[in-house]
């Protein structure tokens, strides 16, 4: 039995902090894991602010705010590991990503590589989306690897944080794809009620479905789409807040009919796959109410993991690709990504 550590580093689009999963992976046969510590560091109001605008800064800015992020990462993982822990194989960070634009060729995700493994004394793998883009890929989503070896005895992986996504296997490949828009329409909703997320769907539970507005959110043309494919943000509010925006519908009625759509485009994506087993995390997972809906929905066993697992599962991917880098191992798939082939994407950076 082989054995091997590593620390995930995950920065979400959700600007709430940095996400550290200290992690134990074993290879018998397949692959297990165990995490040996978790936390998230919540960022400082000046690196939220700086974080959001960096995208409009110029490359000179960029350039000095990577070699800071570094830092900010490096002393974040020092803390992270008090006495006593024993030091991990490598750090697996996925950055905070600035740019991501595959069809015009590039990415970034900033927290300079170097810098961290300088400051920690411990080998660092960053840049995991370049070379898969590199390859014609979008260079997302990579979670897919995770949950192929690390989570197999679920059918299927549905992930519901600002945006639904999924992976599954059919024919002996790994396809992943964006679902529909989820959290970000419920929060954009609760907040016109005064709260920051809908807690249990609450609020939800007290409207009913608007049927013209059901069926307008279910007939965007994304929803035609072969996978692999994947929504941005901008498209979301431009296709889908903006039809909630123009109905005159009460809040509490948008909240029921999206989660019903929700629940509505999890069934079509898996209705034509065999299988009963369906691992459900990020945010969603804790909304009780868009559970219920998508178990009534697609008629599949939902399963809802330890809170662990739903907050810090891609950190726990991300050490986990950064240990198959290490091992030359493929850790970005090709039928989840559209590249041209799979790969062992991740820059190595040694103290």
Known sequence: METFSAIGVMSGSSLDGLDLAFCEFKRNGGWSFKILKAKTSPFPEEWRLKLISLPSKSQQEIDKTNVQFGQFIGEAVNEFL?????????????????FHEPERGF?????????????TGITTINDFRSKDIELGGQGAPLVPIGDALLFKEFDFCLNIGGIANISFDKNGKRLAFDICAANQLLNHLSLQLGAPFDEGGAFAQLGKLNIPLFKK??????????????????????????LLEASDSSVEDKLYTVVKHIAFQVNEAVKMHNGNKMLLTGGGALNQFLVDAISMETNKQIIVPANEIIDFKEAIIFAFMGILRKLKEINCLASATGASRDCSSGVIHQP
């Open 217 to 242: 959110l279910n007939s965007d043309p994304y929803f035609l789409l072969e996978p692999p494919k994947s929504l941005s943000n901008q498209y979301v509010q431009m296709a889908f807040t903006s």
């Open 107 to 119: 990415t970034l995700q900033i927290g300079d590589g170097q810098t961290i493994a300088n400051l």
């Open 82 to 98: 008090q006495d006593g822990d024993s030091k991990p194989d490598l750090i697996a960070s996925h950055g905070h990503t600035v």
